[in-house]
């Protein structure tokens, strides 16, 4: 694993220990998706909830977000992820929050004191095949649409047979890009403007 462009390029990173609790995100997928989000990393702030050993986080950083917010529980993973970040050079961007993601995030944006403009959030696909929608929205999705900004994305990855609803907390579904068995769905904040965006025209099969 290596990142992929900009600062860090060319840089070799540790993958998860096994694929029990965390399953990385492919090369050529993490391509698509940071060119799907070329123009709004630069001096962003980034939040990467179950973040794994940080690849997703790692690329925002060497792409030109200003910080990150790596969240995650898994006490190997979160070794490596600490390993990762130094070996590029990203400590003084890069903010780590062991435990579990889903306690506190409220508290936790809201001591970033800025608004968040990108969030990646990348459950492990067990969770996400069977968690309930309506407790996911209080505790990931509407502390998020609370601290994001007014053009921020929230980016999901899930499995492909999980339906991800249209709305989920003050989010709006706007785009679902598929990949094999994995889809990354990308939500904003709802509104005028943003409920009129048509849905099933942006639901794109890749595979990559």
Not at 138 to 158: N, Q
Request: hydrophobic share 45%; aromatic share 6%; with cysteine.
């Amino acid at each position: 694993m290596q990142i992929l462009a900009g600062q860090f390029k060319g840089r070799r990173l540790l993958g998860p220990k096994g694929a029990r609790t965390t399953r990385p995100i492919t090369a050529a997928v993490r391509k698509s998706l940071f060119d799907i989000l070329a123009g709004r990393l630069d001096r962003a702030v980034v939040v990467d909830l179950f973040s794994g050993t940080g690849t997703i986080g790692l690329e925002a950083l060497s792409r030109g977000a200003a910080m990150c917010c790596f969240a995650e529980r898994d006490g190997v993973a979160l070794a490596r992820l600490r390993r990762n970040i130094r070996t590029v050079g990203a400590g003084e961007r890069s903010l780590v929050w062991a435990g579990d993601v889903l306690a506190g995030l409220a508290g936790r944006l809201a001591g970033l004191g800025r608004a968040v403009d990108v969030a990646f959030v990348d459950p492990p696909y067990a969770l996400s095949r069977t968690w309930s929608w309506r407790d996911a929205a209080g505790r990931i999705f509407a502390p998020l649409a609370d601290a994001l900004a007014d053009d921020g994305t929230v980016v999901l990855r899930t499995d492909v047979s999980a339906t991800v609803p249209r709305n989920v907390a003050a989010l709006a579904l706007e785009r679902i890009k598929r990949y094999g068995d994995m889809q990354l769905a990308f939500l904003g904040l709802s509104g005028p403007g943003r409920q009129s965006r048509p849905h099933a025209a942006d639901r794109d099969t890749d595979h990559g």
